[in-house]
Nanobody
Framework: QVQLVESGGGLVQPGGSLRLSCAAS????????MGWFRQVPGKERELVAR????????????YYEDSVKGRFTISRDNAKNTVYLQMDSLKPEDTAVYYCAGDVSRSSSGSYSGAYWGQGTQVTVSS
């Protein structure tokens, strides 16, 4: 069982930055692909960024949704069991509830989902 707790959301002006953190419990954190999803009312939850697991060969792979490429950076610190999402050059359309997810995988239909979820943190980009 993995428990995830997000922090770092809030209100920021357009062009500003925020860093979200997700603290995970569980000894197998380093073997999970971790991700950040976001959701706005009336829309499906979408994957924003994903980072693969750090195995014996220190293999990592990354995925970013097109609209955040070059602005968001996902990273992880396995020693602290924490995954981060650095968000720069924020836009009003980034406003959403952001969810940390553990053991992120892709289904045969192409959609991503996680086996474990945090409670979500609100990010609001507004002047």
């Amino acid at each position: 069982q993995v428990q995830l707790v997000e922090s770092g959301g809030g209100l920021v002006q357009p062009g500003g930055s925020l860093r979200l953190s997700c603290a995970a419990s569980g000894r197998t954190f380093s073997t999970y692909a971790m991700g950040w999803f976001r959701q706005v009312p009336g829309k499906e939850r979408e994957l924003v960024a994903r980072i693969g697991w750090s195995g014996i060969k220190y293999y990592e792979d990354f995925y970013y949704e097109d609209s955040v490429k070059g602005r968001f950076t996902i990273s992880r610190d396995n020693a602290k069991n924490t995954v981060y999402l650095q968000m720069d050059s924020l836009k009003p359309e980034d406003t959403a509830v952001y969810y940390c997810a553990g053991d992120v995988s892709r289904s045969s239909s192409g959609s991503y989902s996680g086996a474990y979820w945090g409670q979500g943190t609100q990010v609001t980009v507004s002047s």
